[in-house]
């Protein structure tokens, strides 16, 4: 058999090697399990679509006629498999029910008919593409790939945003949990839809196939990013994002001034802001309130989200040391480390939202 290797050929046998793995490391990883192994699922579904474009760009269909419409095609599990690994990206208790499986019931259907396909005589395939998938089941498997993509990429963006949102609220240190390329991953893989537009139009309105067809090898290199990002996140067991979020404000919510008072001692007294992974959770059980109550009363009360009382406090710690001359036994990382910050990164951006100043300039200003 003879193979025609071309820059596309290449990307595409580079991706597919490359998909096979990162899912494999996805498979195995110890951080993230559940989550991962739906990253890992999605990863190798599009490796397969992406092992057609590379057997029909190289010529190999054209030398074996018999092997198109192999069981290749699980496009109608992309978008799900997205929302699903989110979903148990951010909340570590989430559990794949039965009620699950009905989002990959256009995927079961699909892969029905490609297996029936895959046991047929050539005669068949042939009198099915002419017929059939041609002028209707292509053009609905591609459109409503792109349709399903968009509907869950876009459940999975706001779900992302609604999670970091609750995020604040809940943890005093989120650098490592925040998702931000989570998001900026899935605005990517939305933007792309709209190249997938483009050759929707072109097939369904002027009948043009494969003349602009690159959203399935670009969507492949970013799912691939996407697993190296994956395997790269620090693990999220700590944190179970509801799937409906229950802190959220309450009008007209009067705060306690009792509960105030202690919250702000628990603060002062016990210095809990200097534990660098404090949550919320691990707060309202030292005051012995509930965590919802602790949440509303440090909104309303301080006028901050959790992460940014406790991180006031972690600032007013780290000037009070500076003030005080520490500077001359330790470095300016060394006393935020000690007032509960973990990263460089995270203390200089927080110090200066809180101060306007950077720390080594405020250091300055030290007699």
């Not at 071309?6 to 993230?32: C, K, P």
């Not at 990253?39 to 579904?45: N, R, S």
């Not at 709209?194 to 050759?199: N, P, R, S």
């Amino acid at each position: 058999m003879q193979v025609t290797f071309y820059w596309i050929t290449i990307l595409l046998a580079v991706i597919v090697s490359q998909s096979i793995f990162a899912a494999g490391l996805l498979l195995f990883s110890r951080d993230n399990r559940t989550s991962n192994r739906f990253l890992a699922v999605l990863i190798l579904t599009i490796a397969l679509w992406l092992s057609d474009d590379f057997m029909r760009m190289s010529g190999i269909y054209r030398q074996k006629p018999g092997w198109y419409f192999l069981p290749l095609f699980y496009s109608f599990g992309f978008g799900p498999l997205i929302w699903f690994y989110v979903r148990s990206l951010v909340n570590h208790q989430f559990r794949f029910s039965g009620r699950s499986l009905l989002h990959f019931i256009p995927l079961l259907i699909q892969v029905s008919l490609y297996l029936v396909l895959t046991f047929s005589s050539y005669s068949t395939k042939y009198w099915y593409w002419v017929h059939v998938h041609r002028p209707y089941t292509y053009r609905l498997e591609f459109d409503g790939t792109w349709l399903s993509l968009v509907i869950y990429l876009m459940l999975s963006f706001r779900l992302v945003r609604g999670y970091q949102g609750w995020l604040v609220n809940n943890f005093s240190e989120v650098s490592r949990i925040r998702l931000n390329w989570l998001k900026l991953l899935l605005g990517a893989l939305i933007v792309l839809c709209i190249q997938w537009l483009v050759e929707i139009v072109l097939r369904d309105g002027f009948n043009i196939y494969f003349n602009y067809d690159y959203t399935v090898e670009l969507l492949g290199l970013l799912v691939l990013i996407l697993g190296i990002a994956g395997l790269r996140q620090a693990s999220l067991a700590a944190v179970a994002y509801p799937d409906e979020p229950a802190d959220k404000a309450v009008p007209d919510f009067q705060p306690d001034p009792d509960i105030l008072d202690k919250i702000s001692a628990a603060m002062e007294k016990k210095k809990l802001y200097l534990n660098p992974t404090l949550s919320l959770a691990e707060f309202s059980a030292v005051l012995q309130l509930n965590s919802r109550a602790v949440s509303r009363h440090i909104n309303a009360g301080f006028h901050h989200s959790f992460n940014d009382f406790v991180n006031q406090y972690r600032v007013e710690e780290v000037k009070r040391r500076l003030l005080s001359g520490e500077l001359e036994k330790f470095t300016i990382m060394g006393i935020a480390l000690d007032c509960g910050f973990n990263s460089k990164t995270n203390f200089n951006r927080i110090f200066k939202e809180f101060t306007g100043q950077s720390p080594s300039d405020f250091s300055k200003q030290v007699p």
